[in-house]
């Protein structure tokens, strides 16, 4: 089965510390998203890109978090630097081209905890 | 505006039906969908259903879509144990392709 990749699964890092996640999207699919999970706010958008353009990145704090495409094959996101509140699930999803309109395939996530 | 809601937890026996409601606000909306998630695991597509369409069955699920009132439900026939999960209504908006996800219901399946 195709799948989206995210690394690292789990990251512990302190207040002020840089973090970067990564994601490998499934080959073919262009159009690539960010989202992160808390349980007071549940799924939030953070960025899209669609090939390897950024689309939209309104739901991101600009001061700290960039996402972007180096390559078809990765996308990062990275967080500098990093704050508590930060702390949650992230999830990297891609689509199908007219933009996932059949549905995107999600990573397992990242886990980040900012103590 | 862009909004998807749905009631966060829903409870039913094993062998019952579960119907997860879900309401949305933009009417500009084509493509609907519900999504869910395991504990520790990424979201995983179930089913999607397009707005010209009434109905979509397929094995033990059952989407129906309301355009008029802007509501989408769920059924899971026959519920067992495995079903119990957080299951996501989503929309994509046909501007910009951004598809909105609802905060997620939690479904409980007793033994």
């Known amino acids: 089965d195709a799948r989206v990749t995210q690394t690292p699964r789990h990251k512990v890092t302190e207040m002020g510390q840089e973090v970067t996640m990564r994601c490998q999207p499934i080959l073919g699919h262009n159009t690539v998203f960010w989202y992160r999970q808390t349980m007071m706010q549940g799924l939030e958008l953070l960025a899209y890109?669609?090939?390897?353009?950024?689309?939209?990145d309104s739901g991101m704090p600009k001061d700290r978090f960039s996402a972007e495409m180096p390559d078809a094959t990765l996308a990062t996101l990275k967080i500098q630097p990093s704050e508590p509140r930060d702390s949650a699930v992230y999830f990297c999803?891609?689509?199908?081209?007219?933009?996932?309109?059949?549905?995107?395939?999600f990573g397992s996530g990242t886990r980040l905890t900012v103590v | 505006g862009e909004d998807v809601e749905q009631s966060l937890f829903l409870s039913v026996r094993e062998g019952d039906s579960s119907v997860i409601n879900c309401t949305y606000t933009d009417s500009s909306s084509t493509y609907l969908y519900w999504y869910k998630q395991e504990p520790g695991a990424g979201l995983q597509l179930l089913t999607y259903i397009f707005s010209n369409m009434d109905m979509k069955q397929d094995q033990r699920l059952t989407v129906l879509l309301n355009k008029k009132d802007k509501h989408l439900s769920l059924r899971i026939a026959d519920t067992q144990t495995g079903d119990s999960a957080i299951y996501f209504c989503?929309?994509?908006?046909?501007?910009?392709?951004?598809?909105?996800f609802g905060a997620g219901t939690r479904l409980f399946v007793k033994a």
């Open positions: 890109f669609r090939n390897r353009a950024p689309l939209d």
């Open positions: 989503a929309e994509t908006l046909l501007e910009g392709f951004k598809t909105i």
């Open positions: 999803a891609s689509g199908l081209p007219l933009g996932g309109l059949y549905g995107y395939t």
